[in-house]
């Protein structure tokens, strides 16, 4: 009878959303249609960027201008890898993840201990720190031209049939959304939640602000490497780029426009980004205007990003008691 | 025994001294209530006791400690909590999971359910702090403080902004609570100071002014002057 | 390389830590006492490149086109704030932040529009061009033209500030906004002028650049970090902080660029970084 009313607790509206999407993301791949793949993996890998992005971002409220440092981190690590030590790219992709996770500790001990602006310089700065070395170090790094090769083919997997690759990223799509859906609804949801929300009052709870700022960074960054790592082998290239400040805010971005208070915020979001990029930006080449004067309207007008305007829509009952964690 | 230690503590902000060369030491067992003018520095003293702002000068000992130098976090783990004068906790959450909340960190979630009985809230339970009225958000607050299981609970304007009925209830559970642990009342109302305590503090201008038994405070010539209208 | 030219070089490299002040300027005034973390900053002074060079291929007069652009970057800012950046006061400062960085966003893509994704660049005019000779010690007078033009706006800005009335009223606001209001003065107009002043500010920082490198997409991307970093180094509320560290920036990177080649860039971004996590509130900040 417990055990029910625990599970009914932990079905809510974002995860049937998000089983549908699944579903979803599996049939495109039978379609065979390649141009639709494409962009469904390229929205699975920036989903996970940007829900990752937004553990630290809407969770727990830091904002932060170098997560390009993450995903670039997880991006060289598996070229590194799989190029000079071990070649296979499921190995490669884990393998970024002790890699990311040190990264993040690291991170966390110079940043955390500063207040949220201060955070959000030291992160960009960081980051860029990470750029200039990816591009001065060209003996290990490629410099500015990057790694290219990464293979597909390994000695435990071969990925190299598109569907094959496909499936690669759904299932750690899936994995990484469930995951975090886990994380949404445990403990520690709650108390990154409570993070965001009243910072100063933890203390005299008997928390460590510190210990869940870092919390929450270690998550952001190993799920933003991975969504990195994906990147490195789908593309079988890494540049710098990545890891430069405005390639960092795009999951920022993306959170913004899903609705940052939202738990499929980021998604939403990444699904929009993406779409318009692959597709409308060919046609209007200035397309970066209208997202700036989309970013400037939503943040006047729509701080709830599209979740929370169709909330307004809808009316509070239906998709604000399903979809919404935290106004 | 003593639970509560506060030797020569003082805070200035600037040249302004809010906190004066304050002392005075709590028995265990004895409910307290500093009473005084706004500026008095009733507030202030207790930010420094529990480390949301840095003393001075002077030291605080609790139940035998040293915890001059402690975090907030650490202090509140030994068992001195305090609330806030404005209900300061996290609107956007549900109620339950305000007191979950504290209920996580003192491993006490199985309780959440009984102490919100016990204080009368359970309906409110899942519905948003901010959605809920001014009087059950001070028992929520006084809810997470229990929930932490505290050994001493110090209060900061538990009634204020309460109706008459909320006051009275908000006043019996803290009789009750009083059996079972050291109280301390920051309070205007005089009427729930007397009601509740053995023993006043009244500071003013950053100092300790009278400190005693209730009867005698309400004699006090000094403390009647001080208090023009205060009551 | 002896130490007399060597030397030289730096005194020379004043100008670049000129260039990095004039940009810090704005943006420490604007932060100071609007409380506004401009993201846009960079892109106001690459506007103000961008407009330096069409006026001046039009006009061929180098102070007219200088003035121009300045005021019409200047406008620009003024509109911004009166627009978007007065509804987001209320906001958090991410908001703030964010505003901004949509305003960046459009002015760097408009100016793609505008002037295609080229660079663009302008020769140093003839007048200015022409070097002088001090013993030994070449320097060109536009070089020379810009290191005062800093030194001067340092001046002004500290006499501003303190021996004007409405620099009083501006310090006012600065410290207190809340009590100025209350005061009486004029808090609105106050945050429009300085936005105004600060950005035609980056607007003539932008317009000196155009005739030494070439200017193009990227640049405020680029120059926004370096910007914030100068700042934050230097403290979030002081003037001559930044004026001391944009110099020195400006000189020892330059000077380092000559010694290890491989750290150009890298070099400023670690040295904010240790900066930060020793002294966060910057070498000589206040708050």
Redesign the interface.
Known sequence: MYMLRRLRALIDGNIIALLLLIGLLGLISFTGHRFYMYIATLIMIFGIFAMGYNILFGYAGLLSFGHGLFFGVGAYSVALFTLNVYRDPLVGVLFSIPIALLTSIIVGILTLKHGRVYFAILTLALSMIFWSALVKLRWLTGGSDGLVGIPKRGVHVDLSAPTVFYYFTLVFFAAIMLGLYVLNKSRYGLLLRALGTNEDRLPFLGYSTFTLRMIALTISGVVSALAGALYAVFYSVVTPDVAYWTFGAEPLVMSLIGGSSYFLGPLVGAIIFVSLTTTVARFAEYWMFLLGAALIAMILFFRGGLLGFLESLVGRFKLGVYLRWRF | MEILRVENITKRFGRFVAVDNVSFTISKGETVAIIGPNGAGKTTLVNVITKKLEPDGGRVFFDGIDITRLPPQKISRLGLIRTFQVVNLFPVLKVRENLALAGLRAGTTGEVESVAEILGIKRYLDKRLVEVPLGVQKLVELGISLLLKPKMLILDEPVAGLGAEDRFNMVKVLSELKKSLNLIVIEHDMDVVFTLVDRIIVMDKGRIIADGKPENIRENKLVKEIYLGGE | MDLTSFLVQGLINLYKGSLYWILALGLVLIFGVVRV?NFAHAAFYVTGSYLMYTFYTYTSNFIVSLIIAMIITGALGAIVEIT?IR??YK?E???Q???T??????????Q??IWGKGVVYISIPETLGRSVDFGGITINYYVALIIVTGLLLFIATIVFMNYTITGLRTRAVWRDPVMSEALGINTRLIYTLVFFTGTALAGLGGALTVPLISVGPGLA?YLI?TA??IV?IAGLGSITGAYIVAILVGVFSSILVLIVP??D??IL??I??LI??FR?HGLFGER
């Not at chain 3, 960085?101 to 408009?110: C, T």
């Open positions: 973390i978007i509804r987001v906001l400062t991410i908001y932040l964010l505003a960085f949509g305003v960046a966003l459009i002015a760097n893509e408009a793609k529009l991307d970090v914030f970093i934050v491989e750290l860039i890298v971004y670690i904010a970084a930060l996590l966060p």
